[in-house]
Each structure stands twice: as structure tokens, then as C-alpha cells.
């Protein structure tokens, strides 16, 4: 016992020597993906995972892009998210909207599709991906957070992970799938560029039960999402049981099936202080028993949007279709049996990096600096080769 705590001990010392003494870029090139995805479902007070939402982006480097993953890696993050989307043709794209208008040079009678206006014409500069072809998908050039035409060609999903895997293989990657048809698509395509040891699906708690979920996930590894809306759903009236443990003994089903890693929790309500946070109401209580049960468990830390101008404050959040801008109260659930959501403080990046395992966020840097500061990436050796 005492030779393992001091070989712990050696391996923690020389992450942390490597951290002070190794540059951004050197330290990222050391992550291990296959280290990274035990760490997600494995709960770690000493080591939160840090996922870059769309990669880290920036003006003139878009998102879900090759440019945006290695900015991630450069900015020492181990993970990035990419959102699919299909094409008309079936084919997996990495676009966050449903629609190409916001992120794509797509046009309609010469005009762009502007994100702060309304209109039919402004709308038809917005087609989703879903009608459109892999011909049409390829002609477009991507824009980046300021709504410039970058000189990055759109490309599908196949062309970006191959890219990762030659270009940042120690990247981590969470694909965010909408669909069932997608899902099986993902699982083909990680078996296909033999990248089952970096990439992780990630789909809504509602599209599989957990013991039909193997036909679509071939075994790979996924994470099931279960925000407020999905409670009454998968709800079974049990007087005998309070609601929060039957979702509770829902969720752990999933853990019975292989490639399992985590389950994202949307809770959205916190309560406390300094490194001092708790998350309340029936979602607190989802959470305490599924940490109770040694599971994993992370959410998402929302990043107000591009502005229309310099001069306008920040003020809402894309909407699915690429419009801006909502609030997130727009989206506050009301449910049977779980209460109704009062208001949403995933903003508060400090909360949520005390309360959860995994951190997902537009805002990677930032997080990564919180857990640095209060001690959440001591056992960094954990994921390094």
C-alpha cells in the first residue's frame, strides 16, 4: 500500500513538474484520448475533464472546425464536442445549428443569412443541412464568430475526424447526435477511421432505451443527456419510490451496457458560495443518487453569443435554427412530477465546476482555469501518456 501511494505520488509530481515546465502545446501533445475517456466515467474531485463546445473558436477560426480543435489542444483542453448533423444525402456534417444559414457563405439572391433579423428572404439565406446535398454542403465556405466568410471550405464529418486523428491525435472527442439514423451512422464511421479509443457519442436520454441501445451503438462508447424535459417521459409512477430514484435507477441501466462512459445531467438550479456549490431540487437529488452509485456525471456551462455589433452587449443565445438571440428562461421546463425550473444559472462557471465531473462549455478556457485554481486538475498524470 505505501509503495502505491508513493508511486501515485511520483506520477502526480511529475505531471505537475511537466505542467510548470512544459508549454501549452508540448502538454496537450502528452494527453492520452483513451486515458481521457476512462477519466470521464470515473469521478475525480482532484481531476474535472474540461470538453471544448464546437472547439475553442474565435474570429477568423470557426467552429467545429479543425482550426477550433487544435486551438483547444494549443489552449492545454483534452476534449472537444462536435455537433452532427445530416445531410439530405445521409451523410454526417459537423454543424451545430439545424440550419446552415449562420455558420455558411449559403446565399439567397446574394444575401447572407443575418442571425439578428427577420424575414422571408432572410429565412430562405437559411436552409437546414437536412435539405440539403453533399454537393451543395461541399461548394460552402464556413463563417466564423463574427459572421465573416473564413477561408475554411465546409466538409464533412468523416474528412474532420480524420483530420484530428492525423493532425491532434491526443484530442478527445464527444460527437453531440440529434437522431437515431446518426447514431448508427457515428458508431460505423468510429469503427471505420478505428477511433474507438478517442471518440464518444453523446444523444438524448428519450432516443434509446437502455437495452435497445447496442444495435445503434455497435459498443462503442456513448453518454446519454437527460435534461427536465425528458423526466416525465421515462417516468414510472411507483408510490413506493420517490421520483428522483426511479430516474436514478433508470439512468444506472445504461451503465449495464458496453461503452457506457458518463450521463449528462442538465440541471440547471445552484445554491452557495465560493468553492462551496450544490444543485438543488429534484435534479439535486438525481444527481446525489447517481453520484451515490459512483457514476459519473456532467452538464453544460451555456457562453453568451456573438453580439450584432462591438457596440451591443452580449445578450442571448443562438437559437436551433441560427437566429439570435433567446434567453435561456426561455426554456425552463414544467413538469408532473418533478417541479417546475425557476430560472437557470449554468452560467455560473464556478458552480458548475464544483458540482460536476465533467465540464462542457463554449467557454473551455475558462474552466480550465477554475479547476486549475482550485485544485481540480491535481491528479492531471491521470490522463497523460
Wanted: proline share 3%; net charge neutral.
Amino acid at each position: 500500500m505505501r509503495n502505491s501511494k508513493i508511486s501515485q505520488y511520483a506520477l502526480s509530481l511529475v505531471s505537475t513538474l511537466a505542467f510548470l515546465n512544459v508549454g501549452s502545446v508540448a502538454l496537450a501533445e502528452n494527453y492520452n484520448p483513451s486515458n481521457v475517456l476512462y477519466a470521464l466515467g470515473h469521478p475525480d474531485a482532484r481531476l474535472k475533464i474540461i470538453t471544448s463546445h464546437r472547439g475553442q473558436y474565435s474570429a477568423g477560426c470557426v467552429e467545429n472546425s479543425i482550426c477550433s480543435v487544435r486551438a483547444a489542444a494549443a489552449a492545454d483542453i483534452e476534449s472537444v464536442e462536435i455537433d452532427v448533423k445530416e445531410s439530405k444525402d445521409g451523410t454526417l456534417w459537423p454543424f451545430h445549428d439545424m440550419n446552415v444559414g449562420r455558420v455558411t457563405n449559403y446565399t439567397y439572391e446574394g444575401r447572407l443569412f443575418n442571425p439578428f433579423t427577420e424575414g422571408v428572404d432572410n429565412s430562405l439565406a437559411n436552409p437546414a443541412v437536412a435539405s440539403l446535398t453533399d454537393r451543395q454542403l461541399n461548394t460552402l465556405k464556413l463563417r466564423d464568430a463574427d459572421g465573416n466568410v473564413s477561408q475554411y471550405w465546409a466538409s464533412d464529418l468523416k474528412t474532420l475526424l480524420t483530420n484530428i486523428k492525423n493532425l491532434t491525435p491526443n484530442m478527445a472527442v464527444i460527437l453531440d447526435i440529434k437522431t437515431s439514423s446518426a447514431v448508427a451512422r457515428s458508431a460505423d464511421l468510429i469503427r471505420e477511421l478505428n477511433m474507438g479509443s478517442s471518440v464518444v457519442m453523446k444523444f438524448s436520454v428519450g432516443m434509446f432505451a437502455p437495452e435497445n441501445i447496442l444495435a445503434s451503438t455497435k459498443g462503442y462508447r456513448f453518454t446519454p443527456t437527460v435534461y427536465m424535459g425528458d423526466l416525465d417521459r421515462i417516468y414510472s409512477h411507483d408510490p413506493l419510490r420517490t421520483p428522483a430514484l426511479v430516474i436514478a435507477d433508470y439512468l444506472h441501466r445504461y451503465t449495464q451496457v458496453a461503452g457506457y462512459t458518463y450521463v449528462e445531467l442538465g440541471g440547471k438550479e445552484f445554491r452557495g458560495s465560493g468553492s462551496n456549490w450544490a444543485l438543488t431540487g429534484e435534479m439535486g437529488e438525481i444527481l446525489f443518487l447517481l453520484k451515490y452509485r459512483g457514476m459519473a456525471v456532467g452538464n453544460f456551462v451555456p457562453v453568451l453569443e456573438k453580439a450584432p455589433d462591438a457596440r451591443t452587449a452580449r445578450s442571448g443565445y443562438y437559437r436551433s435554427n441560427g437566429s439570435c438571440c433567446a434567453s435561456l428562461n426561455d426554456y425552463l421546463t414544467q413538469t408532473r412530477w418533478f417541479g417546475t425550473e425557476q430560472r437557470d444559472d449554468r452560467t455560473n462557471m464556478h458552480a458548475q465546476v464544483s458540482v460536476f465531473n465533467n465540464i462542457l462549455t463554449d467557454n473551455g478556457a475558462g474552466a480550465l482555469q477554475i479547476a486549475r485554481s482550485t485544485g481540480a486538475r491535481a491528479d492531471l498524470y491521470k490522463i497523460i501518456r
